[in-house]
């Protein structure tokens, strides 16, 4: 498989995942701040510093309120992460390669793009509906993806990207809760926290599957225990980390069988450290700095994949002269201040 292909199908999963999880986001944040009660802190600023977009928005919206943070992180053409540059950079990736994805794929997202891009009347209607088509339009390509795709090389860099950012995403916005939303010992155990942390669990797409593992009440411990350890919750850190894992298994004996290089030890150790540890032991040595650490491991395992499969030695792209590169550099990717080294396909 050409470099350029598997860069390009690695990152329309990575966007396309990365519009889902911040339209689902939104969406919950608009819910959340209607039960808020009066007084308390809306939870829009969160959500920037849980994309770890800090920087651009207030450069951008110095005075940024609820009605910025929402155009920023939907439509905003300043921002690279936006929901409609991601769907606008996956489609750009999809159409340089359309002889290998197939025809539904592609008609999917390019109808999803044209529909953001084009229809007026879809940004007429409520927010909510908005966010919830979009979040649906990305679900449904996870499916035909998987439903049309042959499981070869071209899948597994699919899958590869998706459990990246899936597993990055997971970890941005509990670490956000844990670190940015309640500096107060005063606010923990209130309705205000039980609230925030019933919202954290439903921006991850966690919360049916949670109350059904689990029969307590919610707490910080069993959210944070879920969202990283949980080996069978399909946006856990733990479950990613097996099926990434797993994948980079199957591309390297498809690809360069041989001896374990860095890539290999690095994302065998990273999962080893997340399936064979505890909460409790990662809340008392702090759990940000736990955190901070696994986006760390992610950057260096995007680095490693990035220099292993998508670059020629010397940094050579080995695609045709006639393909034009997309330039994926500017899109952040974790919230710690080490944010991936992308450079374009």
């Known amino acids: 498989m050409l470099s350029r292909v598997a860069d390009s199908l690695y990152w329309i999963n990575r966007y396309v995942e990365r519009a889902e999880n911040i339209s689902r986001f939104v969406e919950v944040s608009e819910a959340m701040a209607l039960d808020c009660p009066p007084g308390s802190a809306e939870p829009w600023q969160p959500l920037i510093d849980a994309n770890g977009d800090r920087t651009l928005f207030d450069a951008v919206y110095p005075a940024g309120g ?7 992180l939907v439509r905003a053409e300043a921002n690279p992460s936006s929901i409609v540059n991601c769907i606008a950079m996956a ?3 999809a ?6 994805i197939t025809s539904e794929m592609w008609e999917h997202l390019n109808g999803l ?25 990305c679900q449904l390509f996870y499916g035909i993806t998987d439903a049309t795709l042959s499981r070869d090389l071209s899948w597994q860099f699919s899958r ?4 990246i950012e899936r597993a990055d995403k997971t970890t941005r916005i509990l670490d956000v809760k844990y670190f940015l939303l309640l500096p107060s010992p005063d606010d923990v155990g209130g309705v205000l926290d039980e609230l925030q942390w019933m919202s954290l669990l439903r921006s991850a797409g966690a919360y049916q599957m949670f109350r059904q593992s689990n ?22 850190v733990r479950y990613c980390l097996e099926r990434i894992h797993e994948t980079l298994q199957l591309i390297g004996r498809e690809s360069a069988p041989g001896t ?4 290999e030890c690095r994302v065998g150790l990273t999962q080893a450290r ?9 809340i008392a040595g702090g759990l940000h700095e736990a955190i901070d650490g696994l986006q760390q491991d992610l950057n260096e395992l995007h680095r490693l994949i990035h220099d292993r499969y998508f670059v020629l030695p010397g940094g050579l792209s080995p695609e045709d002269d006639t393909v034009i590169p997309v330039n994926q550099s500017a899109l952040s990717t974790t919230a710690s201040d080490q944010d991936l080294a992308c450079t374009p396909a």
């Open 260 to 263: 374990p290089d860095d890539l």
């Open 215 to 236: 029969v307590r009440d919610i707490s910080p411990e069993g959210v944070a225990a879920f969202l990283l350890l949980n080996p069978l919750f399909p946006r856990s």
């Open 113 to 137: 793009y044209w529909t953001l891009v084009e229809n007026e009347g879809f940004w007429e209607e409520p927010t909510q509906e908005q966010l919830r088509e979009i979040r649906r339009g």
């Open 274 to 282: 997340w399936s064979y540890t505890k909460i409790d032991k990662l």
């Open 66 to 72: 609820a009605h910025e943070v929402v155009e920023f």
């Open 95 to 100: 159409r340089q390669i359309r002889d290998v």
């Open 91 to 93: 489609r750009e990736n």
């Open 160 to 163: 590869l990207g998706r459990l």
